[in-house]
């Protein structure tokens, strides 16, 4: 069974909000002769069509003047906040210090709107918030050089989008060389890829799936990778589409943080499945060449589709970062990729441990943040 979305908010306060009481005049209306089975002379003049409206409306059915006992007493459900509370509607109060100081000063009267930052803000989080319709679309986060910040980018998206997100995100750790992915992440199973493997006939329910992930504060589940090198060598094609068709089930987003090997056996699958790609570029010549390189080898094999709607995240952490002309990168990439975004160095991630969101500088979060509209833009261009 399928039950990959979390019910939004909206949805279900419309579902739980009943339509308004309709007035009836009296004892004998349209809607009590209907339940008792009484028939009713109407004029040859009458709407029929509103008439059978009228007579499945449960309210109109339930709402009566007449004293005594009912042969269809309201259940308690009817005793709806909507029904029996004068709610006013509260107002909308404008975002920003200014625009808020004019809108009380002036009772409530006059509201300019949003401050432009506010304005830029919500736009933002929207543009990560936009619902993905039918499957489960998946992001594979790629390079073909060692300790440029895959992993780091994958925790930042994942995190960025599990934040602004109704649906469910998860992170995969499919680096065959020791991954780390789980270590960004506070560790709350010792679960790998390989138990999901071996135990998926048995997970029927994405609470059966969550005794598999970590989850991180923003709403991040992250899946790990195996700590021993010659079972995380053996991740293969196979198990990557187990795993990946069982997660399908309960997220709507999968990410995948990637090793070096972009001819293992496991990357096949991650190709094939994916919607879109974040590249990782550090700052130095080499990283840069070897990320361009990823972007050649896509071409030519098939993938020039995805390089065009990919995205490139430059890495300023790497140490030759200072030495190069990071404008020329990031101009190369343009004229390669959809978009291309700096990601900041940040203290937080460089002790190497746990990233926690609120932590992290502003400007990591925002670049963060960019980068996850960037990737859901691409990934639900195509609906
Ligand atoms: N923006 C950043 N600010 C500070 N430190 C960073 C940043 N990005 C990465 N680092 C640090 O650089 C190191 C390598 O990063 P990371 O593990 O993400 O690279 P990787 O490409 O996943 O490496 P591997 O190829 O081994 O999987 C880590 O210690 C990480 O904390
Ligand atoms: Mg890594």
Known sequence: MVERKRTS???RSTAAKPSPV???DDATSIPDAITAGVSVELPASADSTLLVATSVDSEAVYSRRHSGVSSTPEPSSMLTDDRLLDVKERPVV???WWQRAIFEMTFHTVNPGDSRFWTARKNLTSRIATPIDGDTRYVPVLTRKGGVGKTT???LLGMA????????VVAIDANPDRGTLAER????TKNTIRSVVLKAPSIG????FVEFVSRDKTGLHVLASDPDPTLADAFDEFDYNVVADVASRYYSVILTDCGTGIVHSVMRPILQRANALVIVSGGSIDEARLASETLSWLESNGRAELVRNSVVALNTATSGTMLVKLDEIENHFRSRVREVIRIPYDAHIAAGSVITWTKLNKITRDAAELLAAFVVEGITSNE
């Open 9 to 11: 908010s909206s949805t």
């Open 185 to 188: 992440i506070p560790r709350e």
């Open 153 to 155: 980018i994958t925790t």
């Open 161 to 168: 989008m599990a934040q602004h997100r109704e649906d469910r």
């Open 94 to 96: 404008p975002l920003g």
């Open 205 to 208: 329910s994405f609470t059966d």
């Open 22 to 24: 309709p007035e009836i």
